[in-house]
């Protein structure tokens, strides 16, 4: 029994490296992804942009990281393919550099879907690979997943002060490097996952896969549908900053662009504390409580903002984001719950949704900046967060998540 017991705990074990590795090839491809937001002041400058063909880069990227992802993720729910993440990251890189070199705005793009594309392909199975490695823990395990994409996408507008503006355009392809680190974790990654998967005893997988009853299909879709409200919701606010908020600092305040990419920074490394705080207490608590309050809960902070001066401005972006970011993990953690045994599928179709919808929201946005200006975008958004009441109608699910921590 001694034995037995061992062999049973041994992989939940082991997994924790393997969780570790995943953010930290998490951190690397958003890394590379947010570096194409943070360098819009220079492309806007060097290639004459307005703020829609801006909102256009934003879309393109986007909406080419969202249209292969549930495609991926049905696929490799049934067919496993955990090097799949390799080849990912080699779009990424051929995106990077034709970034760097890009003669055109036509180019330009096309470099954006390769970078989507290649985020496409690794958030699926990097996805279901952290939920199977969760040992039972299912929002820690996709927190610490968070955290390392969270914090990879703050690090963008940072590099891109102290690296890109003085350097210019072409030493995106300095970056070539992390994407090259970023493929030989991945191949450790997938081999040690797969190593450990195999020593998992078959008791133990019988369990892992196991449900409780679930709503019947009606309230599902149901509840899938205000999910996906309450996701556009967010990424829309988010998209405001992500995209435009170096801009609204220069023209409101007239700092400079360094110091603009700094509190770009500040706002989006807040992220990396809200997502792994939303995965734990969502374990303990239950989903609905944190999506309840990680949308509607920022509101009287979005309402504040746009009349703020800029030492405000810096601390009411971090709080207000700290909140809002605690949203996804328990958003995609709840959508798994609903539909067991698809976790491709939903975290390509949760992920790839969560960067079509902000890419249309940069979209829209940009246009309206143009025509209303930045500022008035900035109070129109503040009261996005007012969906988060449609919170109020999702089903209970009565399982760990709940509250109670699964057992060992």
Known sequence: MTTSAQTASLPQRAMMPVLIALS??????????????????IIKEAYRLDFGQIGLITLTFQVSASLLQPAVGL????????????????????GLIGLSYAGSYGFLLLSAACVGIGSSIFHPEATRMARNASGGQHGFAQGIFQVGGQTGGALGPL????????????????????ALVAMMLM??????YARLDRARPPKAAAARSAAPARPGRRSVAFA??????????????????????????????????????????????????????????????GRNKII?????????????????????????TIVINLIMSSAFAA????????LPGRVGLVGGFFYGLSFGLGGLAAALLGEFADLLG?????????????VGLLAWFLPRLNDTAAGARPAH
């Not at 191949?187 to 040690?192: M, V």
């Not at 770009?264 to 997502?275: D, E, H, K, P, R």
Request: proline share 5%; net charge neutral; glycine share 8%.
């Open 187 to 192: 191949i450790w990654t997938a081999s040690s």
């Open 224 to 285: 899938i549908t205000i999910l996906i409200v309450l996701l556009f919701s967010k990424n829309a606010y988010t998209a405001s900053f992500t995209s435009f908020y170096t801009f609204y600092l220069i023209g409101k305040f007239g700092i400079s662009v360094q110091n603009s990419q700094v509190m770009l920074f500040l706002f989006l490394a807040s992220s990396a504390v809200g997502a792994l705080g939303g995965g734990m207490l969502g374990d303990r608590i």
């Open 331 to 338: 958003i995609l953690i709840y959508a798994l719950e609903l």
């Open 159 to 178: 590099l891109a002060a102290f690296i890109i503006v003085p350097r210019g355009q072409g030493s995106l392809a300095w970056f070539s490097v992390a």
């Open 374 to 386: 930045i500022e008035t975008v900035y109070r129109i958004c503040s009261f996005i967060p007012m």
């Open 75 to 94: 696929y490799t729910d049934k067919h496993p393919m955990p090097y799949s993440m390799v080849v990912g990251m080699g779009f990424t890189l051929a």
């Open 24 to 41: 930290v090839t998490h951190l690397l491809n958003d890394m590379i992804q947010s570096l194409i937001p943070a360098t819009y002041p």
């Open 292 to 316: 309840w309050f990680s949308i509607l809960g920022a509101l009287p902070f979005t309402l504040i903002l746009p009349y703020a001066d800029l030492f405000w401005t810096g601390v009411l």
